[in-house]
């Protein structure tokens, strides 16, 4: 992961921002979880933190934060900012992509999809314990957990009224989606008709990039299954996306890098989401939003509606 300038991206917790401060520089570290590594499901990686504002007055709104696709992870984001707008930050990590493959799950997108919105049921179903409003969800991530936020917003409402578990039987319906730096499809050729050159997915769809472009057709029904650009619809909730680095590559900023992290994957799915008549946001260096300040102001305004 590459910063340029000096500037770190927003969506980093602080405990993650010591990863990269120089020896010496002391930085406050997150408070610590209101309730942690909550398990929203039998499997060890299917855990949560839930940060609820001390200071503030139920029922409280929820924002929901994916950690990453590859390894485990949870990010606590922007908890002082959303603390002070009385909203409460789940940080939710999933089973990744290795898991699925050594449990020989294809895709292996069916892990990150499933977990994505058992979480959104989860903090649903136990609002009254925790004190959450269920009406009011909104979900997001960084980079790569992005794409579970977005299967969530654009997978309709994913609850089974004939399931055996509870859990399962609870809407998925979110408020509104926030992607940061994302990349908003697993269809290989889409992605190439966004950012020219890009490599990025792989194993998603359970091949290496170059496979699953030559097997394109033939995964034409696992990409309209799970992902999110070809699961657009009318009634998906509002979509913001930020990026740090504009159109153009910064200086300093690997090729590789800044492919993964362009605008362009957000001004693409924009283009196809305007389309379908869903509100659908893009900001990055010299093209801001009138609406809105940032993913964050985005996110606290949908929720107060």
Known sequence: ??????????????????????????????????????SYGQHPHQILDIYIPKDGTPPYPVFIWYGGLWQPAKHPVNLGYFA?????????????FNDAIADKVSPPMTYIGADACRSVQFIRYNAKKYRFDPERIAVGGGSQGALPALYVATSRNRADATAKEELNR?????TCVAAFRSQPSIDPKRMQEWVPGVEWGAPALGYSFKESLQKRNELEKVISTWSPDALLHAKCPPIYFENNWGLTKP????????KVHSPAWALGFQKLAREKGVRCYVQYPGHPTKEYKNIWDFVAKELKK
């Open 1 to 38: 992961m590459t910063f340029c300038k000096g500037q770190w991206p927003s969506y980093l917790s602080l405990s993650s921002l010591l990863l990269f401060m120089p020896s010496g520089v002391i930085v406050a570290k997150d408070p610590l979880p209101t309730y942690a590594n909550v």
């Open 84 to 96: 002070k707008e009385n909203i409460a930050i789940v940080s939710v990590e999933l089973r990744t």
């Open 170 to 174: 609870v809407s998925t319906l979110v």
């Open 251 to 258: 200086e300093g900023i690997g090729e590789t890098d800044y």
